[in-house]
T-cell receptor, first 111, second 115 residues
Framework: AQTVTQSQPEMSVQEAETVTLSCTYD???????LFWYKQPPSRQMILVIR??????QNATENRFSVNFQKAAKSFSLKISDSQLGDAAMYFC????????FGTGTRLQVFP | KAGVTQTPRYLIKTRGQQVTLSCSPI?????VSWYQQTPGQGLQFLFE???????NKGNFPGRFSGRQFSNSRSEMNVSTLELGDSALYLC??????????????FGPGTRLLVL
């Protein structure tokens, strides 16, 4: 069965600094998608970034980038130049025919 | 383009009652998925509808059901509510151009409290 593990329940970062959130997953599939979603206090789940497993190049969206290591089944999210608005729960998710979520990492951003 | 909308946003029910939640997907999106989020179990997949047919189902009891209409709007129903059904119910839509593996965009959720 596919599983997604986020081993950091909480992380904190100073404004303007860089932080990396970890995610590992387990699957026997070769073709799949990986996502990072952000859930602020409003509870709205917001797509941050997506990575296709067949692409070797790491996805980047402005200040957000991933380090995708397919052989190691690792998919970490790097947030550069952290902003107060980045404070939220971050969920890593794996998709084949449905999304399987990790348990989330709560990110705090300090001024 | 408007995002995914869910109604109602908040709901309070008592045990034994039933409830219907509604989800309108992004215009043009054909797939709608439902997820339950609780502090104890996290985010769990309920079911997915595509072209008015349930295409995939998670491990939830039969009290949880859903349907999709021809305009892709979806409803989920929970009968005989239990205290443990208190949760945030999230709906997500995707284009579903491929058989699967499409980016899902989420609505704001419906927070259900069962007393």
């Amino acid at each position: 069965a596919q599983t997604v593990t986020q081993s950091q329940p909480e992380m904190s970062v100073q404004e303007a600094e860089t932080v990396t959130l970890s995610c590992t997953y387990d699957t026997s599939e070769s073709d799949y998608y990986l996502f990072w979603y952000k859930q602020p206090p409003s509870r709205q789940m917001i797509l941050v970034i997506r990575q296709e497993a067949y692409k070797q190049q790491n996805a980047t969206e402005n200040r957000f980038s991933v380090n995708f290591q397919k052989a190691a089944k690792s998919f970490s999210l790097k947030i550069s130049d952290s902003q107060l608005g980045d404070a939220a729960m971050y969920f890593c998710a794996y998709e084949t025919d449905k999304l399987i979520f990790g348990t989330g990492t709560r990110l705090q951003v300090f001024p | 383009k408007a995002g995914v909308t869910q109604t109602p946003r908040y709901l309070i029910k008592t045990r034994g009652q039933q409830v219907t939640l509604s989800c309108s997907p992004i215009s043009g999106h054909r797939s709608v998925s439902w997820y339950q989020q609780t502090p104890g179990q996290g985010l769990q997949f309920l079911f997915e509808y595509f072209s008015e047919t349930q295409r995939n189902k998670g491990n939830f009891p039969g009290r949880f059901s859903g349907r999709q209409f021809s305009n892709s709007r979806s409803e989920m129903n929970v009968s005989t509510l239990e205290l443990g059904d208190s949760a945030l119910y999230l709906c997500a839509s995707s284009l579903a151009l491929l058989a699967d593996q499409e980016t899902q965009y989420f609505g704001p959720g419906t927070r259900l409290l069962v007393l």
